[in-house]
């Protein structure tokens, strides 16, 4: 008989705060998390704002343990700030019955922020300045001057597994470990894999979900110039307006979700509170282009038939759908398109939303922090807005819950995320039933 996955503990760090009651309340009520860019001089960019997690410190929530760490990136300190709070809210604190090496890791982290300042500094340093000729670069000057100012830990940081590695410290995790960086479909893809590290009986515990900060001058760049981002400079509040028909791009924010999965039976033995079950997980590739998504949206399509097989439960069942819904104009228009040809007649009728109209898109950690909001949409009764909906796409017909959450019966909930690449990764999550 299969082995059952069950959800039993979740924390997050957002840009509305790292409280789940607190976060949810406000993700409820509709408030943004966006505000103008302060974690670089960003005036000069075609995009000023963005979704940053505040008044952040890790030793707010580890306490002395935060020393250990003291070289951790930003985003190595969100997944260990998300990571200690999911762990508190699986009750497994004061556990000491654990087997270490049954305990894993899977996450979807992002790379560590670069030490822009300093890199920027060696790189110029390396210049021999003729206006005349095109000289290459001088590599020993270069060397030199970035032996001197980089930081050797701050550049390690930079590889993204580092974030698992300190997540496997802080809980004694020697079980299974992985790093996944799938982009925006990241952390979705670590939870569903880490689902069948449980059912394949390699761990009974496994940490998940992802985290990611990509606010810094490279980042924001990268974007800007795929014209991915929103450019509202004179309204960043109202921003991210996915399926609306005036969507000029998504706002980049940053942050964490962690859940503790664990298998149903090790969760009963200690006397655990299960806050769901993991039903079914699916992952395709467009295999179209490097950053376009399929224009059919075949991949979307695959992965959310393939999750919904894999859970054994047909669309009738699906009472919410968390939309990826990034608020670009292709993103949500191919994503309305797959799930109409997944629902069939039933579309129409399926409330869907999008918290990157709040939070932001988180990137590595976006799917993560959006499965806990269907968690907690299972146990309220209650589905998050799509804010900013003011003008209906034709194109994008769907009910995407504009503006004001909604009072409903939620039982079997699904999750899309999809990352630059054509990764498409859908996970199907239900209340828990004895």
């Not at 919904?308 to 819904?325: C, F, K, M, N, Q």
Request: hydrophobic fraction near 40%; glycine fraction near 12%.
């Amino acid at each position: 008989m299969e082995r059952r996955v069950v959800i039993t503990g979740i924390g997050w760090v957002t840009p509305l705060g790292h409280d789940i009651e607190g976060v949810w309340k406000r993700l409820l009520a509709g408030e943004s998390g966006v505000g103008p860019t302060t974690l670089f001089d960003a005036h000069t960019f075609p995009t000023t704002f963005s979704a940053e997690v505040r008044g952040f410190r890790l030793e707010d929530f580890l306490g002395p343990g935060a020393e250990a760490h003291g070289g951790a990136s930003r985003n190595s300190r969100f997944a260990l700030a998300a990571g200690e709070l999911a762990w508190r809210h699986a009750g497994l604190r004061n556990d000491t019955g654990l087997d270490p090496t049954r305990v894993g890791v899977y996450l979807g982290g992002g790379e560590g922020p670069l030490d822009f300042t300093h890199f920027v500094h060696a790189a110029v340093a390396g210049c021999r300045n003729d206006a005349n000729a095109c000289i290459p670069l001088d590599t020993i000057r270069w060397a030199q001057a970035a032996l001197s100012l980089l930081d050797p830990t701050h550049e390690l940081e930079q590889e993204p597994n580092l974030a698992a590695g300190h997540l496997a410290v802080r809980f004694n995790a020697q079980g299974p470990s992985f790093n996944t960086l799938t982009a925006c479909a990241a952390s979705t893809q670590a939870i569903g894999e880490a689902t069948h590290v449980i059912r394949y009986g390699d761990a009974e515990v496994m940490i998940s979900g992802g985290t990611h900060s990509m606010i810094h001058p490279l980042g924001v760049t990268g974007f800007n110039r795929l014209t991915a981002l929103s450019t509202r400079n004179d309204s960043y509040a109202t921003a991210s307006r996915p399926f609306d028909r005036s969507r000029d791009g998504f706002v980049l924010g940053e942050g964490a979700g962690i859940l503790i999965l664990e298998e149903l039976e090790h969760a009963r033995a200690r006397g655990a509170r299960i806050l769901a079950e993991v039903l079914g997980y699916g992952s395709t590739a467009d295999a179209f282009r490097v950053t376009d998504i399929h224009e059919e949206g075949r991949g979307a399509i695959a992965a959310m038939r393939a999750a919904l097989a894999g859970a054994g439960v047909t669309p009738r069942e699906i009472d919410y759908i968390s939309a990826h819904g990034t608020g670009t104009e292709e993103n949500d228009k191919t994503e309305t398109m797959a799930i109409r040809a997944v629902f069939g007649e039933r579309a129409r009728e399926v409330p869907v939303s999008s918290v990157k109209s709040m939070l932001g898109h988180l990137i590595a950690a976006a799917g993560a922090v959006e499965l806990i909001t269907c968690v907690l949409a299972i146990r309220d009764g209650i589905a998050p807005p799509t804010i900013n909906y003011a003008t209906p796409d034709p194109n994008c017909d769907l009910d995407y819950i504009p503006n004001q959450a909604r009072r409903m019966p939620v039982r079997t909930a699904l999750s899309n995320s999809f990352g630059f690449g054509g990764q498409n990764d859908t996970l199907v999550i239900r209340a828990f039933e004895p």
